[in-house]
């Protein structure tokens, strides 16, 4: 079992110990994703989790912390999402301190030189360009921006470029302090290390000042963002998104939704792989997946595919989805994507990363901690009825949404294929 606790100034903790590993990961999740911005801070959330690597008390600049991690031989990153911001180091038990220390410091301590801010915004444009030159990441962004329409949940985590360009220290200071509180904060310690001990961990280093997050995010509006993206891009490879909006995390049919995805193309024997790539040669790479949030989410195929025959492609990808509706799935085939998904979730958790990460998102967002027998259970109970039923509920020709990049230069071409 995990335990859990509620420290007296609101910071959670979860704790898990996992036998037959060396490794302890510290992981540090907090409310502070991107949905919390508006127009005139947006790319605020990712710009602050580069700036935390930037220098507190007793790791003074990024050289520092690095050393810190990389003379254990540790392990450490950070990442923002739509809904939450995430920063760990992992190491060997001997080494767990080191990896307190520096977390500690770098989220409660964090100085913001505005020197440092100068010298990050050029590393910032930098990645934000690298997205613009890498379609397989932008055609996802373009695709929910047609999902979730012109608010927080349909805009990129990068941002703007007029933020990241203009963004100065006090702006850091205020965002910081409204949302990096204890009560919108998670710690989870997950490895080889007793629970009693985590939690004591926790309780000497994270000595987080009480006060209360200071917003939400806003509730997701119904906006449409539109039904065909087209961005105009000479490419090699057509890059293609064609889904449809979806059910939120706690939505009852959330999990028939995950197992749908991994039956159309999940895998390498799903029916995208089999039918669009391997029958007929139209792509490369193609999968399908979901995205949930708290009160919305999407399904989509993403491929990447000949130019010339993109058309044949979009009908193709089309079709995958029809016959789900039109013929459902067999027991045999459910049963796959069902062994598929657990295999999945249990290998991902013999690492205590993936571990901490899977305890501290639920906690933080999905009303407590559980464990991954929980999960699969809800996973066993689906059924072939199941699953045609969400198909059907979901793929609506009306709500079909497109999104291409590539050297096209009519959105009105790829409208007319959004027909089941």
């Given amino acids: 079992m995990f335990k859990k606790e509620r420290l007296k100034n609101g910071l959670r903790v979860v704790t898990k110990k996992l036998d037959g590993t060396q490794a302890v990961t510290v992981l540090v999740l907090v409310g502070a994703g991107s949905r919390y911005e508006h127009n005139d801070n947006r790319g605020i959330s990712h710009f602050l989790e580069h700036m935390f690597f930037k220098g507190a008390e007793n790791y003074k600049n990024t050289k520092e912390v690095s050393e810190a991690i990389d003379s254990v031989g540790g392990a450490f990153n950070a990442f923002t999402g739509k809904e939450y911001a995430g920063y760990y180091v992992k190491v060997a038990k001997e080494n767990v301190g080191v990896a307190f220390d520096v977390l500690s410091d770098m989220l409660i301590h964090a100085k913001f030189d505005q ?229 999945k979730l249990l290998l991902g958790l013999e690492d205590s990363e993936e571990f901490a990460h899977f305890l501290a998102k639920y906690e933080l967002l999905r009303g407590g901690a559980k464990l991954p027998e929980e999960v699969m259970k809800s996973i066993d109970g689906i059924t072939v009825e199941d699953i045609q039923r969400v198909g059907r509920e979901l793929f609506v020709e009306e709500k079909m949404k497109c999104a291409v990049i590539g050297p096209y230069g009519e959105a009105e071409r790829f409208e007319k294929l959004l027909k089941m």
């Fill in 115 to 343: 020197a440092e801010i100068e010298k990050e915004r050029g590393v910032i444009l930098e990645e934000y360009n690298m997205y613009q030159d890498t379609p397989m990441y932008q055609i996802g962004w373009n695709f929910e921006r047609l999902v979730f329409g012109d608010q927080p949940l349909g805009w990129d985590q990068i941002g703007t470029k007029e933020l990241i360009t203009s963004v100065m220290h006090q702006d850091f200071v205020d965002y910081n302090e409204k949302l990096y509180t204890p009560e919108n904060t998670v710690v989870a310690v997950v490895g080889n290390i007793e629970n009693d001990e985590a939690v004591e961990m926790v309780e000497k280093y994270f000595k987080m000042a009480e006060r209360k997050k200071a917003f939400d995010f806003e509730g997701l509006k119904e906006l449409n963002g539109g039904r065909v993206s087209l961005q105009e891009k000479k490419t090699e490879q057509a890059h293609v998104a064609i889904g449809f909006p979806s059910y939120a995390e706690s939505h009852k049919d959330n999990m028939a939704a995950k197992l749908l995805a991994i039956i159309l193309g999940g895998n390498m024997s799903s029916r995208m792989f089999l039918g669009v790539r391997e029958a007929k040669g139209l792509s490369y790479y193609i999968h399908t997946s979901t995205d949930s949030y708290s009160d919305g989410g999407a399904l989509v195929t993403n491929a990447g595919v000949d130019l010339k025959r993109i058309d044949e492609a979009v009908v193709a990808i089309i079709n995958e989805y029809k016959l789900i509706c039109t013929e459902g799935v067999g027991e045999e085939e459910l049963a796959k994507a069902k062994s598929y998904f657990k295999g």
